[in-house]
């Protein structure tokens, strides 16, 4: 009989794990909370792996469209201090392939356009992931539809629905919390940070718990993360209502007194409101126990601090992987436990680094090798494509 299979969750992991499914001929159906792909602001720019990303895009036959969209000269990142000192600075090739830069949006609207029509059930926001017996789960959604299925996949992100079935474990507050702020037109409208934040990224650090993090996205604009070491409930304890934008901007004068005036406008002239986006991780290295028809990818199986990029990544190789998987193993149960094998230590190793990471995040004497970064990209894509490291976590 056909194998029933769900998604819970269509971010790039989980809408890759259905392209690649699709293309083995296995029917499967994703469900997401969105009204439709671009009911919401999916976030800023993300670089794709030649390690990881790019492969998965590969396997799923859509790199050649994820290059139409590509910015390879969003590579460059430059780091300063708070007084606008360069400290270090990095300008790809510009043939340079092993991390270019795409709009989430962009990403996801791309793989939605490439499953078949249907597949996606919006607005459908999983409440309860109930056990059958067998592997079998019963789904129940908040507008009433329910779903019997042999195989839930949790790609639902950090608060997933479907990780109960397999973890007691939650996310945890990293002591971390980023303010998302956009400008737009910048080229006209905010020229010097245009010029600050270049073709790339940004990254500007105090040394005592403050960073400015300025990216470039496509169509004019530039995303902002002003970062904070403090407390979850910072806002609140000093009195700030976050739908205040006024309220908001006096803080954060106070708060990075001291920095140039050449960074301020970060601060002050955001266009549209301060977005609080307070880092979450999970427990790392998270580990359980084979579940019968139950599985996680992404952020639901090993969400971790922002770090090295390597969330979307691992996301979108973990759903190529489990759907490669699920072809090829004679059963459900042979399938999970082949692709758990290599994800749980893969992700593990990554999210410890990455949480360990922001110890020294807002230090300003310690900058990555960007070129050696972009080399051990390509040549552990080498390795993987040899078959050499599917089950050795990369490096």
């Not at 259905?18 to 009911?39: C, K, M, P």
């Not at 976030?43 to 390690?51: K, S, V, Y």
């Not at 901007?249 to 002239?269: N, Q």
């Amino acid at each position: 009989m056909p194998v029933r299979i769900a998604i819970v969750g269509a971010g790039p992991g989980g809408l890759m794990c259905a392209r690649v499914l699709q293309g083995h001929g296995i029917d499967v159906t994703v469900y997401d909370a969105d009204a439709s792909v671009e009911a919401r602001d999916a976030g800023g720019t993300l670089d794709l792996h030649a390690d990881t990303g790019q492969i998965a895009l590969e396997d799923a036959g859509l790199f050649e469209e994820f290059m139409k969209l590509a910015r390879l000269e969003g590579q460059a990142k430059s780091r300063l201090d708070q007084h606008g000192t360069v400290l270090d600075a990095f300008v790809p090739d510009q043939d340079d392939t092993a991390a270019p830069e795409i709009d989430r949006g962009q990403l996801r609207a791309m793989l939605a356009e490439h499953v078949r029509p249907g597949t996606v059930r919006w607005g459908h926001k999983l409440v309860t992931a109930t056990p059958l017996g067998d592997g079998g789960h019963c789904l129940e959604f908040g507008n009433g539809v329910t779903a019997e299925v042999d195989l839930v996949i949790g790609a639902d992100g950090a608060w997933s629905r479907v990780r109960p079935l397999l973890s007691d474990a939650t996310p945890d507050y990293t002591g971390v919390s980023f303010l998302d702020v956009r400008f737009e037109d910048v080229e006209e409208r905010h020229p010097q940070i245009a010029k600050l934040v270049g073709d790339g990224h940004m990254f500007a650090m105090d040394g005592d718990g403050r960073a400015i993090i300025g990216q470039r996205n496509s169509n004019g604009q530039i995303r902002a993360y002003l970062a904070m070491r403090t407390s979850l409930d910072w806002h609140g304890e000093a009195g700030v209502d976050l739908d205040d934008p006024d309220a908001v901007r006096r803080f954060l004068l106070k708060e990075f007194s001291g920095w140039a005036e050449e960074m301020l406008p970060f601060l002050t002239d955001a266009d549209g409101g301060y977005l609080n986006r307070p880092i979450y991780a999970l427990p790392a290295p998270l580990t359980w126990a084979r579940t019968p028809g139950a599985t996680l990818l992404g952020d639901a199986a090993h969400l971790m601090a922002p770090l090295g990029g390597y969330g979307v990544n691992l996301a979108m190789l973990d759903g190529a992987e489990l759907a490669h998987a699920i072809a090829e193993e004679a059963t459900l149960d042979e399938a999970l436990t082949r692709y758990e094998a290599i994800m749980l230590p893969r992700s593990g190793q990554h999210a410890v680094a990455a949480n360990g990471g922001l110890d020294g995040f807002f230090a300003t004497d310690d900058f990555p090798d960007h070129e050696a970064e972009h080399q051990m990209y390509r040549e552990t894509a080498a390795d993987y494509r040899r078959g050499q490291s599917r089950t050795t976590p990369a490096t």
